[in-house]
Structure formats: C-alpha cells, structure tokens
C-alpha cells in the first residue's frame, strides 16, 4: 500500500523528513503527511512513474439471488 520507511529512504536518498518532501515534490511524486509527519507515497505511484505496467480493476457488485431491485422486482 504504502512505502515503508526504508523504501521511502532508497527512493529520495534522504533519512529526514523535509529533505524526503523536498524530493518528492521536486520528482513529482504525490503524497500525503501522515499525523506522524511522514510522507505517504502510495506504492503503486512509485511503480507507474518507473513505467511499470499498471492493472486497473473495475469493482463487481454483486445482487444476492431474491433481491429485489428497480429492474428487477421480487
């Protein structure tokens, strides 16, 4: 999910929090601050700006069978 901190260490080069958000925003990472105050990239950012290939996946709702719905009423 997210980057770990030792992750977030060999991605910038940086131990201390400011010089990790300098970094990132000068690489265009997006990020959050935690209530800790550490940068939270998410991993799967990290590997789409590296070109890795990225899987999109569409939610499936499932309807139990005897549920009524607006098409489909019981």
């Known amino acids: ?3 770990s901190k030792d992750h977030l260490y060999e ?3 940086y131990q201390r929090r400011p010089q990790q958000i ?3 925003r000068a690489n265009g990472y997006p990020f959050e601050i935690g209530a800790d105050g550490r940068p ?3 991993t799967a950012t990290v590997l789409a700006k590296l ?3 990225v ?3 569409r939610p499936q709702v499932r309807i139990p069978k005897g549920h009524a719905t607006a098409q ?3």
């Open 72 to 74: 489909n009423p019981s």
């Open 22 to 24: 300098a970094w990132l």
């Open 40 to 42: 939270r990239v998410l």
């Open 1 to 3: 999910m997210f980057l």
């Open 55 to 57: 899987q999109h996946s």
């Open 51 to 53: 070109g890795a290939p």
């Open 11 to 13: 991605l910038t080069g």
